[in-house]
Nanobody, 128 residues
Framework: QVQLAESGGGSVQAGGSLRLSCAASGATYSSSRYCMGWFRQAPGKEREKVAVIDSVRRPTYTDSVKGRFTISKDNAKNTLYLQMNNLKPEDTAMYFC????????????????????WGQGTQVTVSS
């Protein structure tokens, strides 16, 4: 089992910044072997994958956050981060982190991240 705990959400004005954190724990968790990512869901909308970082720290982003958000992880602290700059009202959502052991036998080792472990979420609200 893996436990994930997000923090760092809050309310900011457009153009502001926030840094989300996700602390991972559990007997089976190993940062060097896990894919981790951030998802978000706004009221009335489907869940959206925001950013993913694989077991060797290669990041990918959804187009709407490229150039504004940065995903990173600290293996020593077992913590995932999402630095969010130049926030926009459309970034308002509940943000969740997810983790799943990388499936290195697949062409896309993090493709099934959404079916892994999830945190409880942290709310981000951006006002115009």
């Amino acid at each position: 089992q893996v436990q994930l705990a997000e923090s760092g959400g809050g309310s900011v004005q457009a153009g502001g910044s926030l840094r989300l954190s996700c602390a991972a724990s559990g007997a089976t968790y190993s940062s060097s072997r896990y894919c981790m990512g951030w998802f978000r869901q706004a009221p009335g909308k489907e869940r959206e994958k925001v950013a993913v970082i694989d077991s060797v720290r290669r990041p990918t982003y959804t187009d709407s956050v490229k150039g504004r958000f940065t995903i990173s992880k600290d293996n020593a602290k077992n913590t995932l981060y999402l630095q969010m700059n130049n926030l926009k009202p459309e970034d308002t959502a509940m943000y969740f982190c997810a983790a799943r052991a990388a499936e290195t036998y697949l062409f896309a080792p993090c493709a099934r991240l959404a079916s892994g472990y999830w945190g409880q979420g942290t709310q981000v609200t951006v006002s115009s």
